[in-house]
């Protein structure tokens, strides 16, 4: 399979505890995108990388929140401290540029925070 | 502002008839992409069709069509001949070229789509 992987695909943990998800991109993509999706809602923009560089950030990624993308290849997200309001789906996508490019999705890491 | 309004939380259509979904959106950018995308029950993302702001023909890929209204900020996804795997959630999606956090995707809430045989 060629496509966008993440692991795990779900993630129970208890209030409090760091969670960290893994996403491998389609191997000749140079750019790597974190969405976060609550129940009912639209995904929404947290962070954006062009190979290992993190460009931008949004509002919502909050300091409990990292992630890397080392020698540009797959990437991290890390939440410490997590809170109730971290339970959503994290969805990874990446790209092979911008403009017309679609960005090809994974299935996401579902995180309920118990 | 919402950027990207879908204002039909969902919709029930007949299997083989046409289904139209509602997308507008507000920017400021002249260059801009609108993007449609399927998400099944699975979770994941699919990418359905593209338009750019400077495109003169409305989009099409197989049963995918886009009405794209400039004037109006509307971006409508038409699907033709439904079928009972198209049931699933449809958003609409823009990209901003000019700004300078041009690289990501804003998401309107969704639009789910249940398909009767």
């Known amino acids: 399979d060629t496509g966008v992987s993440q692991d795990p695909r779900h993630k129970i943990t208890k209030r409090g505890q760091n969670v960290t998800f893994r996403c491998d991109p389609i191997s000749e993509h140079n750019r790597l995108y974190w969405y976060r999706q609550t129940l009912g809602q639209g995904p929404e923009f947290l962070t954006y990388?062009?190979?290992?560089?993190?460009?931008?950030k949004s509002r919502l990624l909050s300091d409990r929140f990292s992630a890397e993308r080392p020698k540009g290849s797959f990437s991290t997200l890390e939440i410490q401290r997590t809170e109730q309001g971290d339970s959503a789906m994290y969805l990874c996508a990446s790209s092979i540029g911008t403009g017309r490019t679609e960005a090809f999705f994974g299935q996401g890491t579902r995180l309920t925070v118990v | 502002a919402q950027k990207i309004t879908q204002t039909q939380p969902g919709m029930f259509v007949q299997e083989k008839e046409a289904v139209t979904l509602d997308c507008t959106y507000d920017t400021s950018d002249q260059s801009y992409g609108l993007f449609w995308y399927k998400q099944p029950s699975s979770g994941e993302m699919i990418f359905l069709i593209y338009?750019?702001?400077?495109?003169?023909q409305n989009a099409t890929e197989g049963r995918y069509s886009l009405n794209f209204q400039k004037a109006r900020k509307s971006a409508n996804l038409v699907i033709s001949a439904s079928q009972l795997g198209d049931s699933a959630m449809y958003f609409c999606?823009?990209?901003?070229?000019?700004?300078?956090?041009?690289?990501?995707?804003?998401f309107g809430g969704g639009t789910r789509v249940l398909v009767k045989p």
């Open positions: 990388f062009q190979n290992e560089a993190q460009l931008e």
């Open positions: 999606a823009m990209r901003e070229f000019l700004k300078a956090a041009g690289n990501k995707l804003t």
């Open positions: 338009q750019g702001s400077y495109d003169e």
